[in-house]
């Protein structure tokens, strides 16, 4: 399967994902919160032919979708619908109970982990992933077997690396 | 009994004021600064600071050795989760959380959070067994000017406080359906005395609500 998070760069609407179509298994993906993670996340996939299904409780959030498109979000093959993770009316609208992977994407970590584990246990989608930003708790839960993201992780790993490489000059220059 | 507490709302100040007052060590968390300083002029060294969704704040709390944490908070994912927490992480033998959206009961089931207090939820069966005569469709169908439910907070000077249900003379067309109290909730008999914290929900005719008010006194406020 392609990588996704790597395509900022590339042409939108033209599939230029380096495989052959036949080759890629066309999945369902639900992504609730279409902030700059989510809606980044929903264009790249779309753009790799998966079916991506956004639900976000603002409105607004369908025009940030759009950035970069020449066409309409729906046009392109895109879903969205207004409403909250813990609506259980929104989830089923934005097609839940058919997705093959969620991610929980928006900006309260106790709204992702909480929905996470709705669409896990509640409506058992196969691969479910949520961005957490609070380090601990993301290890924590992770452990019991929720599959996370932690930007913030990254970032400290990203920072701790560059820091001791500058530091390495200094002491050896 | 150690017991920590999280929300400074009306219900967590009385049900850490309370608990306090029977001899339990309490501590209570408060994320909002202002509310933190108010509730601290009064609680002291028992009221903490901070986010206890964040669990080093829930550590320092001493969540380990508590034996029951209270989630009373505003907001039913942080409940759920503080209480998930609790339970699963530092192994707190029980939890009670307040459900504030009755929609979301489902999903602290859903996440094995029992048991919870949802406000809603229970005045509407208070008022099933409570006002038969009414009926709850026939009631909740009356536009909304008829009929009116309030919830009353008794102060420390309520003159209701130490009296018998049975002794009061409420307003004709009020009637008292449930008193809540460290966070659990009753239906009165008239042998119930009421105390100061108690929140009692009233059903009454429209424009009864100040009369009920003085009735119970210049420092029951209304917890909204």
């Known amino acids: 399967m392609p990588r996704v998070g790597d395509g900022s760069a590339r042409g939108v609407g033209g599939a230029s994902s380096g495989l052959p179509r036949d080759s890629i298994q066309i999945v369902f993906l639900m992504i609730v919160g279409a902030g700059r993670v989510g809606s980044s996340l929903a264009r790249a996939m779309l753009r790799d032919g998966h079916t991506v299904s956004c639900l976000d409780e603002d409105p607004e959030a369908h025009a940030r979708l759009e950035i970069g498109l020449e066409k309409p979000w729906e046009d392109v093959g895109g879903q969205f619908t207004v409403g909250t993770g813990l609506e259980i009316e929104a989830l089923q609208a934005a097609g839940i109970e058919r997705a093959d992977a969620f991610v929980a994407a928006t900006d309260g970590d106790n709204t992702n982990i909480v929905i996470a584990q709705i669409a896990k246990m509640r409506f058992k989608v196969p691969t479910v992933i949520a961005r957490i930003l609070d380090p601990y708790r993301a290890e924590w839960y992770e452990q019991q077997g929720l599959h996370t993201i932690c930007p913030t992780r990254v970032a400290i790993e990203m920072l701790e690396t560059e820091v001791k490489e500058a530091a390495a000059k200094v002491a050896g220059g | 009994m150690y017991v920590l507490i999280v929300g400074a709302g009306k219900v967590g100040w009385n049900l850490a004021r309370e608990l306090l007052d029977k001899g339990h060590e309490v501590t209570l968390i408060e994320n909002n600064r202002d ?107 009356l536009p909304r000017e008829r009929l009116e439910i309030i919830e009353l907070l008794l102060g420390d000077g309520s003159p209701v406080a130490g009296r018998r249900v049975a002794d009061l003379e409420l307003p004709e067309g009020s009637l008292l359906i449930s008193v809540l109290r460290d966070g659990t909730g009753f239906v009165p008999s008239p042998e119930t005395v009421l105390e100061s914290g108690d929140e009692v929900l009233a059903v009454l005719d429209p424009g009864l609500e100040e009369e009920l008010k003085t009735y119970f006194g210049p420092d029951g406020t209304s917890p909204d």
């Open chain 2, 35 to 141: 509310r933190y300083v108010t509730v601290e002029q009064e609680l002291e060294h028992n009221v903490q600071y901070g986010d206890a969704s964040e669990l080093w704040v829930l550590e320092r709390a001493g969540v380990s050795r508590a034996d029951l944490v209270i989630a009373v908070t505003g907001d039913d994912e942080d409940n759920m989760l503080i209480c998930q927490v609790a339970k699963e992480k530092y192994m707190v033998e029980q939890t009670i959380a307040r459900v504030n959206n009755p929609r979301n009961k489902q999903w602290f089931e859903l996440l094995g959070i029992a048991p919870v207090v949802s406000a809603t939820d229970l005045i509407l069966r208070l008022i099933e067994h409570e006002v038969p005569k009414y009926g709850l469709v026939h009631l909740l169908d």
